[in-house]
């Protein structure tokens, strides 16, 4: 009798041990399924690609061409890591004669090293846009063309925009809608027929239509706004960011200050995550002012299944070093982090420098949980 019931009591542990497998192992294979199906793209954005006097002079080469390989030969296997980058073109491809500040126009040499250093997408419109009348306008878009760098915020004429904006971006089985806006120009007329996006509430609210009918995963606007040299948003900026998301706009990307300013990532009553970056300040630029010889580069990672979302993000900082304290013949773009044994003693204590300022702010004003990344580690 006792072998009997053993025997049964085994044989059902036996059928619900199976059953059990059988579930485990459905729930383990229905698991990895949804692994599968989870996509992700990985985006990162750059501030103020600038070129002053003393940039196009260093650049000049005997023959009269220019080159720029220094520029970015320290980040350029970073940023090509990402399934897509993006920056600020602050200057425009007019042409001869090559001027820096206070109207810009950059050697044609100046955008190849930006693409060939993995930019994909390029922001035009800020307060240099029409620093060469149309012709600036025209002809850097043509450029931008020509060398197969997509770009958004200025066009030709309407009928170019009513075409091409909001920009729709796709890559890795995600779909991007883009958006720029700048503050002003400057106080140059936009020259006919050119169009410059202006921060026009009627006109942006618009374009959020546009964009959201367009079926996006995440909607993300480039704004050129703020007061130069400010290391705090305004408040301004603050309400036009809350204004954005209210809209609809994912996420919140700021330049033209030309210092980092905060990075707060906020979380709506959904829980879905929104990051709001005010300023990333300079990127390349001969700007010498102590917070304006650097900037930071911001990523984010987006997943997306059944819902799309910000699963990851961070921020690294860069330092411009200039020929005067290097005495090199051009300007590199320095990762925050790069050894001191391959820097000279006023290029660490400049880095280091604006590093403290950079990390002394963030750590007032940062909110949401974003990290620094340094870069080599």
Not at 22 to 47: K, M, N, S, Y
Not at 174 to 193: D, E, K, W
Not at 234 to 254: S, T
Not at 291 to 315: I, Q
Request: charged share 20%; net charge neutral; glycine share 8%.
């Amino acid at each position: 009798m006792l072998s009997l019931l053993a025997t049964i009591l085994l044989a059902g542990w036996g059928t619900c041990g199976l059953s059990a497998c059988r579930g485990d192992r459905q729930a383990q294979q229905e698991h990895e399924v949804a692994a599968d199906t989870t996509r992700r793209i990985t985006l990162l954005f750059a501030g103020d690609l600038m070129q002053h006097i003393t940039q196009i002079n260093a650049a000049r080469m005997p023959d009269g061409s220019y080159n720029y390989d220094s520029y970015f030969e320290n980040v350029q296997e970073y940023v090509k890591g990402f399934d897509l980058a993006f920056a600020n073109l602050e200057v425009t491809l007019g042409g001869r004669p090559y001027t820096g500040y206070p109207t810009f126009s950059a050697p044609d040499e100046f955008l190849t090293a930006i693409r060939d250093a993995g930019f994909d997408v390029l922001a035009t419109a800020n307060n240099h846009s029409c620093d060469r009348g149309r012709r600036g306008i025209e002809r850097t878009i043509l450029m931008l063309d020509s060398l197969g760098v997509t770009h958004l915020g200025t066009y030709a004429d309407t009928l170019q925009r009513e075409r091409n904006y909001p920009l729709i971006v796709e890559k890795g089985g995600f779909r991007l809608a883009l958006l720029n806006y700048t503050y002003g120009t400057n106080g140059l007329p936009i020259p006919r027929p050119n169009v410059v996006n202006l921060i026009d509430r009627r006109q942006m609210e618009q374009d959020i239509r546009k964009a959201k009918s367009m079926k996006p995963d995440a909607i993300i606007a480039i704004m050129h706004w703020g007061i130069e040299y400010a290391m705090v948003p305004n408040a301004a900026q603050r309400e036009l960011a809350n204004w954005l998301f209210a809209q609809g706009v994912d996420h919140v990307i700021g330049g033209h200050p030309h210092v980092v300013q905060p990075v707060e990532v906020h979380t709506d009553a959904q829980g879905r995550r929104h990051m709001l970056v005010y300023s990333l300040g300079n990127y390349i630029s001969n700007q010498m002012m102590e917070n304006s010889d650097g900037g930071m580069v911001v990523s984010m990672t987006l997943e997306k299944d059944s819902t799309v979302r910000l699963a990851d993000c961070d921020y690294s900082l860069c330092w411009v070093s200039r020929p005067v304290v290097s005495h090199r013949k051009n300007h590199r773009l320095l990762p925050v982090g790069y050894p001191d044994s391959l820097m000279n003693a006023e290029e660490r204590r400049l880095m280091n420098r604006f590093a403290t300022n950079a990390r002394t702010l963030f750590g007032k004003y940062n909110s949401g949980g974003i990290k620094e990344h340094i870069f080599n580690q």
